[in-house]
Protein backbone atom coordinates (compact mmCIF):
# COMPACT_ATOMS: atom_id res chain seq x y z
CA UNK A 1 0.00 0.00 0.00
CA UNK A 2 2.75 2.68 0.94
CA UNK A 3 4.82 1.36 -2.17
CA UNK A 4 1.27 1.93 -4.39
CA UNK A 5 1.20 6.05 -2.18
CA UNK A 6 5.02 6.42 -3.59
CA UNK A 7 4.40 5.26 -7.32
CA UNK A 8 1.59 7.91 -7.17
CA UNK A 9 3.51 10.43 -5.17
CA UNK A 10 6.66 10.04 -7.53
CA UNK A 11 4.30 9.71 -11.23
CA UNK A 12 1.56 11.77 -11.25
CA UNK A 13 1.44 15.35 -11.33
CA UNK A 14 -2.12 18.41 -11.77
CA UNK A 15 -1.40 20.74 -14.50
CA UNK A 16 -2.45 24.38 -13.01
CA UNK A 17 -1.95 27.60 -14.61
CA UNK A 18 -0.99 30.76 -13.02
CA UNK A 19 -0.12 34.49 -13.06
CA UNK A 20 1.88 35.70 -11.03
CA UNK A 21 0.91 39.65 -11.47
CA UNK A 22 -2.75 39.16 -10.15
CA UNK A 23 -1.73 36.17 -8.07
CA UNK A 24 -4.59 33.77 -9.33
CA UNK A 25 -3.85 30.17 -9.97
CA UNK A 26 -6.63 27.99 -12.18
CA UNK A 27 -8.57 25.51 -10.50
CA UNK A 28 -8.27 22.36 -10.42
CA UNK A 29 -9.56 20.88 -14.58
CA UNK A 30 -10.10 24.63 -15.45
CA UNK A 31 -8.44 24.93 -18.84
CA UNK A 32 -6.48 27.66 -20.01
CA UNK A 33 -9.15 29.36 -21.93
CA UNK A 34 -11.37 29.55 -19.17
CA UNK A 35 -8.35 30.50 -17.04
CA UNK A 36 -7.86 33.41 -19.11
CA UNK A 37 -11.12 34.96 -19.07
CA UNK A 38 -11.05 34.70 -15.46
CA UNK A 39 -7.68 37.02 -15.30
CA UNK A 40 -9.45 39.41 -17.85
CA UNK A 41 -12.51 39.64 -15.67
CA UNK A 42 -10.20 40.22 -12.36
CA UNK A 43 -8.61 43.09 -14.58
CA UNK A 44 -11.61 44.45 -15.63
CA UNK A 45 -12.69 45.39 -11.93
CA UNK A 46 -9.19 46.45 -11.23
CA UNK A 47 -9.26 48.89 -14.57
CA UNK A 48 -12.98 50.17 -13.43
CA UNK A 49 -11.50 50.99 -9.68
CA UNK A 50 -8.73 52.83 -11.34
CA UNK A 51 -10.75 54.33 -14.35
CA UNK A 52 -13.49 55.41 -12.00
CA UNK A 53 -10.43 57.23 -9.37
CA UNK A 54 -8.69 59.18 -11.98
CA UNK A 55 -12.42 60.14 -14.17
CA UNK A 56 -13.27 61.77 -10.55
CA UNK A 57 -10.09 64.12 -10.37
CA UNK A 58 -10.69 65.06 -14.17
CA UNK A 59 -14.41 65.24 -14.32
CA UNK A 60 -14.47 67.73 -11.49
CA UNK A 61 -11.55 69.77 -12.92
CA UNK A 62 -13.19 69.65 -16.15
CA UNK A 63 -16.56 70.57 -14.31
CA UNK A 64 -14.26 73.75 -13.05
CA UNK A 65 -13.41 75.15 -16.16
CA UNK A 66 -16.97 74.91 -17.70
CA UNK A 67 -18.15 76.77 -14.85
CA UNK A 68 -15.38 79.22 -15.49
CA UNK A 69 -16.19 79.48 -19.57
CA UNK A 70 -19.93 79.98 -18.49
CA UNK A 71 -19.10 83.04 -16.48
CA UNK A 72 -16.73 84.57 -18.81
CA UNK A 73 -19.45 84.07 -22.10
CA UNK A 74 -21.96 86.12 -19.74
CA UNK A 75 -19.07 88.46 -19.50
CA UNK A 76 -18.55 88.66 -22.78
CA UNK A 77 -22.28 88.88 -23.13
CA UNK A 78 -22.56 92.04 -21.25
CA UNK A 79 -19.01 93.46 -22.56
CA UNK A 80 -20.60 93.43 -25.78
CA UNK A 81 -23.83 95.39 -25.26
CA UNK A 82 -21.92 97.97 -23.67
CA UNK A 83 -19.34 97.69 -26.35
CA UNK A 84 -22.68 98.19 -28.73
CA UNK A 85 -24.00 101.10 -26.85
CA UNK A 86 -20.43 102.41 -27.09
CA UNK A 87 -20.50 102.19 -30.42
CA UNK A 88 -23.96 103.88 -30.99
CA UNK A 89 -23.01 106.67 -28.65
CA UNK A 90 -20.31 107.55 -31.09
CA UNK A 91 -22.37 107.38 -34.08
CA UNK A 92 -24.11 110.23 -32.69
CA UNK A 93 -21.68 111.71 -31.72
CA UNK A 94 -19.63 111.66 -34.76
CA UNK A 95 -22.97 112.67 -36.52
CA UNK A 96 -23.88 116.01 -34.63
CA UNK A 97 -19.69 117.13 -35.14
CA UNK A 98 -20.51 116.57 -38.43
CA UNK A 99 -23.92 118.54 -38.83
CA UNK A 100 -22.60 120.56 -36.83
CA UNK A 101 -19.42 121.50 -38.60
CA UNK A 102 -21.70 121.75 -41.81
CA UNK A 103 -23.52 124.23 -40.10
CA UNK A 104 -21.53 126.40 -39.97
CA UNK A 105 -20.01 125.99 -35.91
CA UNK A 106 -16.35 126.58 -35.23
CA UNK A 107 -16.33 124.41 -32.16
CA UNK A 108 -13.59 121.87 -31.20
CA UNK A 109 -16.08 120.41 -28.08
CA UNK A 110 -18.14 118.47 -30.78
CA UNK A 111 -14.88 117.44 -32.47
CA UNK A 112 -12.81 116.40 -29.18
CA UNK A 113 -15.64 114.92 -27.75
CA UNK A 114 -16.27 112.43 -30.88
CA UNK A 115 -12.53 111.58 -30.40
CA UNK A 116 -13.12 110.69 -26.89
CA UNK A 117 -16.23 108.03 -28.08
CA UNK A 118 -14.25 106.55 -30.51
CA UNK A 119 -11.43 105.69 -27.37
CA UNK A 120 -14.27 104.56 -24.86
CA UNK A 121 -15.38 102.37 -27.82
CA UNK A 122 -12.15 101.11 -28.98
CA UNK A 123 -11.21 100.55 -24.73
CA UNK A 124 -14.50 98.53 -24.98
CA UNK A 125 -13.52 96.59 -27.95
CA UNK A 126 -10.38 95.59 -26.61
CA UNK A 127 -12.08 93.89 -22.72
CA UNK A 128 -14.36 92.21 -25.54
CA UNK A 129 -11.58 90.90 -27.25
CA UNK A 130 -9.36 90.01 -23.75
CA UNK A 131 -12.16 87.67 -22.40
CA UNK A 132 -12.50 86.22 -26.03
CA UNK A 133 -9.10 85.32 -25.22
CA UNK A 134 -9.29 84.24 -22.07
CA UNK A 135 -12.64 81.84 -22.75
CA UNK A 136 -10.58 80.63 -25.62
CA UNK A 137 -7.60 79.22 -23.47
CA UNK A 138 -10.12 77.78 -20.80
CA UNK A 139 -11.98 75.67 -23.81
CA UNK A 140 -8.27 74.73 -25.13
CA UNK A 141 -8.03 74.30 -21.00
CA UNK A 142 -10.87 72.05 -20.94
CA UNK A 143 -10.06 70.00 -24.18
CA UNK A 144 -5.93 69.17 -23.38
CA UNK A 145 -7.96 67.82 -20.15
CA UNK A 146 -10.00 65.62 -21.77
CA UNK A 147 -7.19 64.05 -24.27
CA UNK A 148 -4.96 64.19 -21.11
CA UNK A 149 -7.67 61.29 -19.25
CA UNK A 150 -7.95 59.79 -22.45
CA UNK A 151 -4.69 58.99 -22.52
CA UNK A 152 -4.13 57.57 -19.04
CA UNK A 153 -7.38 55.53 -19.32
CA UNK A 154 -5.69 53.84 -22.28
CA UNK A 155 -2.24 53.45 -20.03
CA UNK A 156 -4.41 52.06 -17.40
CA UNK A 157 -5.70 49.09 -20.08
CA UNK A 158 -2.59 48.68 -21.44
CA UNK A 159 -0.96 47.60 -18.30
CA UNK A 160 -4.08 45.60 -16.84
CA UNK A 161 -5.01 44.15 -20.10
CA UNK A 162 -0.79 42.76 -20.37
CA UNK A 163 -1.11 42.02 -16.75
CA UNK A 164 -3.71 39.53 -17.58
CA UNK A 165 -2.00 37.89 -20.72
CA UNK A 166 0.85 36.75 -18.31
CA UNK A 167 -0.31 33.25 -17.61
CA UNK A 168 2.39 30.25 -17.23
CA UNK A 169 1.47 26.36 -16.71
CA UNK A 170 2.77 24.89 -13.73
CA UNK A 171 3.26 21.19 -13.06
CA UNK A 172 2.26 20.61 -9.33
CA UNK A 173 3.32 17.16 -7.79
CA UNK A 174 0.86 15.77 -5.29
CA UNK A 175 1.30 15.65 -1.40
CA UNK A 176 1.62 12.52 0.06
CA UNK A 177 -0.73 13.37 2.61
CA UNK A 178 -3.21 14.39 -0.37
CA UNK A 179 -2.98 10.63 -1.77
CA UNK A 180 -5.61 8.77 -0.03
CA UNK A 181 -5.59 4.69 -0.92
CA UNK A 182 -9.24 3.21 0.06
CA UNK A 183 -9.77 0.49 -1.82
CA UNK A 184 -7.58 -2.31 -2.70
CA UNK A 185 -8.24 -3.79 -5.91
CA UNK A 186 -5.57 -6.15 -7.52
CA UNK A 187 -5.31 -5.99 -11.61
CA UNK A 188 -3.62 -8.44 -13.39
CA UNK A 189 -3.19 -9.38 -17.31
CA UNK A 190 -3.16 -12.37 -19.44
CA UNK A 191 -0.57 -12.88 -21.52
Known sequence: LQDFKNFIYSQLTIKVFANKELNVTSEVNESEEAFK???REIV??????????IKDRYLRKIDRLEDRARQEELRIE???MEYKSKKTEELVSAGESILGF?????????L???????????????RVKMRENKLEQIKDDIQ????????KV??????????????????IRLE????????????????
Do not use: P
Open 102 to 110: LMGSKSRRG
Open 78 to 80: KLE
Open 144 to 151: DLKEELED
Open 44 to 53: DKMIDREVDA
Open 112 to 126: SSAARRRRSTSSAKN
Open 176 to 191: KNDILVSNHVILWQLV
Open 37 to 39: IRC
Open 154 to 171: VDIEDKYFDMADEIEARE
